[in-house]
């Protein structure tokens, strides 16, 4: 996968030996998700032996569920022809899923308010395992096409909102999620090491909040505050972004870190 997309690993899910032994486990439906989840890491339209290829399925079988799915709406021929791409049914359950998801109800009024006061771009994330995925993203004045996307999703070992989110978990299972992660770097800033992102979780414990440095983007500073469940498991976490160009993270931190924990805290308590 190519970091310039700076999407983490997606969310495909290959079939264990138990839910294949499971006799309410629908394998036809498993293998309908896992041709849609064949385009998850594509850059461009897909051929039919592509997408069999990456949805680990015969020729035979991803013919027959992609002209299911075509039918329903669920993938579309490229205009130019050049091969199958995601239909727009897709997006009505996109829309379901935000709409209907209870974080994301209370949240969504909070971080207006938090962009409206930090005048940077404010993100929500979800915990993902060893991705966070963006559901909410308000935009500042500097974006990239990937940047504005909901469901984009970055590394948790190497992102504000990860660190924030490792920083609330057991320590056993926060290092267990780094040592599982692919740590290639997005910069050459990105920590790599396990025992040096640590040390930034660690940091993380006794501020209350995550600063990272070029990380994921060159030139960025983020800002990480967790979202817990009641049980204190993290849920997610609230990023926001500025440029180094404009701030050094010390201000930063100082300007940006007392609005994020507060809104936190609002959403944590709502």
Do not use: C
Not at 42 to 48: E, I, N, V
């Amino acid at each position: 996968m190519s970091r310039n997309t700076l999407r983490a690993e997606s969310g495909v899910r290959y079939l264990s030996d138990e839910q294949r032994a499971d006799p309410l486990f629908t394998n036809s439906i498993a293998r309908a998700l896992q041709v849609l989840a064949a385009f998850h890491q594509a850059d461009r339209p897909l051929s039919l032996s592509e997408i069999a290829s990456r949805a680990g399925v015969d020729r035979s079988a991803a013919q027959r569920i992609v002209h299911t799915l075509r039918s329903l709406g669920y993938i579309a021929r490229d205009a130019d022809d050049r091969g199958f791409l995601p239909g727009i049914r897709i997006l009505d359950h996109t829309l379901d899923y935000l709409r209907l998801n209870p974080l994301i109800q209370k949240a969504t009024p909070v971080l207006l308010e938090l962009r409206r006061n930090v005048r940077e771009r404010v993100d929500l994330s979800l915990f993902d395992g060893q991705r966070v995925v963006y559901t909410a993203r308000m935009q500042s004045k500097r974006e990239t096409f990937y940047a504005t996307l909901v469901g984009h999703s970055v590394p948790t070992f190497s992102s504000s909102g990860g660190w924030a989110i490792l920083a609330r978990l057991p320590q056993d299972e926060a290092r267990d999620i780094i040592e599982a992660s692919d740590r290639t770097p997005f910069t050459p800033r990105t920590l790599t090491d396990t025992d040096a992102i640590m040390e930034q979780i660690q940091l993380t414990q006794q501020r209350g909040y995550s600063i990272a440095v070029e990380q994921i983007l060159l030139g960025e500073v983020a800002l990480g505050v967790a979202i817990n469940a009641p049980n204190g498991r993290p849920l997610g976490a609230i990023h926001v972004a500025g440029s180094l160009a404009e701030w050094t993270p010390e201000e930063f931190a100082n300007r940006v870190a007392p609005l994020a924990l507060e809104a936190a805290r609002a959403i944590n308590h709502s």
